[in-house]
């Protein structure tokens, strides 16, 4: 009779406690023999666990999974297995696993997997911004890329006779568009057609903000052709965008840095960039090597890029690149001034008339190097008129670069006619 009793309290408790939470101690979850039995998905080794550390009988685990309690006497014993993964789920759910015995399981963690009320509408609008920006990129096609790369060419012009001061805003929309369909193309021959727009943009931009002085930003706009250019798989713009950045260092006071940077950059792409390139790359290196008083490495690269200019005033295919006979001498005029080379004003005076009267940026840095080539010879006097007009060009395109060289000129002027 004793024995009748405990059976049957037994089995009322047992039907008494059917609904009730299924509580597996945390500990469990970290035990390495519990960790194998999610890793295999082992159903029957899981319940077994809710058994023996829960005390949870085959009707507790139907109640808590929603699985019939034949099936899952029938898993217990190893005559059914789980794939299915709702059903996984029903159960990681039932026995209340924490997320990383979840993902044990090959299942999202509970708070990835079910976002809380307060965040449904946040993903929900996220979702939907993604998807109206990637539906926006996806009309972009090849003329739309052209489109944006006459733009590109288009502020570039501008920059070369009203500075970038003028053509801020612009300059700012122009990027933000790129960047914004760049961003969520997914065609990758449009994509890549897109960083190549974005690369030639960016350093631009790059090259007006260290006319402004502007050298965190300069450097960051570098950055973004630098990437951009990798993506477009484009090696002369990746040279470009690398050999203009080094401009930033030497305005930063690093020119020996700047100098190891071009180097590294001509040694590597040298053989594999059209000759207007190859030639500006010589330029920008032997331009580094007079800052730093190195006149042997100064002539020649200014030799090597003179001997690698093509006949041809422009590559069709380097629209960033502006570089003929006239702009090499006034290059050269820039770098040999600092050395005192009595051939340097008329390098500079052929650069002059040589001049495009678009290029003011240029125009103003070459009256500069003439009258810095003119007041070392001792011709203060002569070298007033440039600087004037330097001054003038410099405050027109707002060229604050410019304008403190001149600055510096115009007090060395003043002492030599005293």
Same mark, same amino acid.
């Given at each position: 009779m004793h024995d009748h009793l405990k059976a049957k309290r037994r089995s009322e408790g047992m039907h008494g406690n059917a609904f009730e939470p299924i509580h597996i101690p945390i500990w469990v979850w970290g035990r390495e023999e519990t960790r194998q039995i999610l890793k295999k998905r082992d159903m029957a080794g899981l319940f077994n666990i809710a058994l023996k550390y829960a005390?949870?009988?085959?009707?507790?685990?139907?109640?808590?999974?929603?699985?019939?309690? %034949?099936?899952?006497?029938?898993?217990?014993? %190893?005559?059914?297995?789980? =794939?299915? +993964?709702?059903? &996984?789920?029903?159960?990681? /759910?039932?026995? @209340?696993l924490p997320d990383h015995a979840r993902m044990l399981l090959g299942l999202a963690p509970l708070d990835l997997a079910f976002p809380t009320d307060d965040h449904d509408e946040e993903h929900r609008q996220q979702a939907e911004e993604l998807r109206t920006r990637i539906e926006a990129a996806a009309t972009v096609d090849a003329t739309t890329v052209q489109i944006l790369a006459t733009d590109t060419n288009n502020l570039r012009l501008l920059d070369r006779r009203l500075g970038g001061l003028a053509i801020a805003d612009k300059m700012r929309a122009q990027i933000s568009q790129i960047e914004r369909v760049h961003r969520h193309a997914v065609r990758p021959g449009i994509r890549a057609q897109l960083a190549h727009v974005l690369s030639e943009t960016a350093a631009l931009a790059g090259w007006q903000a260290l006319d402004r002085c502007a050298l965190a930003d300069a450097w960051d706009y570098h950055e973004t052709a630098i990437s951009a250019a990798r993506e477009a798989d484009d090696p002369a713009l990746l040279a470009y965008a690398r050999g203009q950045q080094a401009y930033v260092l030497i305005d930063l006071?690093?020119?020996? #840095?700047?100098?190891?940077?071009?180097?590294?950059?001509?040694? /590597?792409?040298?053989r594999r960039v059209p000759g207007h390139l190859r030639t500006w790359l010589a330029a920008a290196e032997a331009e580094a090597a007079a800052i730093l008083g190195d006149e042997a490495t100064t002539r020649t690269a200014l030799d090597q890029a003179a001997t690698l200019l093509p006949k041809e005033d422009a590559d069709p295919s380097l629209p960033y690149v502006a570089l003929n006979a006239h702009h090499l001498a006034r290059?050269? @005029?820039?770098? &040999?001034?600092?050395?005192?080379?009595?051939? =340097?004003?008329?390098?500079?005076?052929?650069? +002059? !008339?040589?001049?495009?009267? /678009?290029?003011?940026?240029? #125009?103003?840095?070459? *009256?500069?190097?003439? !009258?810095?080539?003119?007041?070392? *010879? @001792?011709?203060?006097?002569?070298?007033?008129?440039?600087?004037?007009?330097? #001054?003038?060009?410099?405050?027109?395109? @707002?060229?604050?670069?410019?304008? *403190?060289?001149?600055? #510096?000129?115009?007090?060395?002027?003043?002492?030599?006619?005293?």
């Open positions: 005390g949870a009988s085959q009707v507790r685990i139907s109640a808590a999974t929603g699985i019939a309690q %034949g099936r899952i006497s029938q898993i217990m014993r %190893g005559q059914r297995q789980v =794939t299915d +993964l709702e059903v &996984l789920e029903r159960i990681a /759910t039932g026995l @209340g006071g690093r020119p020996a #840095e700047a100098a190891e940077l071009l180097h590294h950059v001509r040694h /590597t792409y040298d290059w050269r @005029g820039n770098c &040999l001034v600092r050395f005192g080379d009595p051939e =340097t004003i008329e390098d500079l005076r052929s650069a +002059l !008339a040589g001049m495009d009267g /678009t290029f003011n940026r240029a #125009e103003a840095g070459l *009256r500069c190097d003439l !009258a810095h080539a003119l007041l070392a *010879r @001792g011709e203060a006097e002569a070298a007033q008129p440039h600087l004037y007009r330097a #001054e003038h060009l410099a405050m027109m395109i @707002g060229s604050r670069r410019h304008g *403190r060289r001149i600055a #510096e000129l115009k007090r060395a002027v003043t002492r030599a006619l005293r």
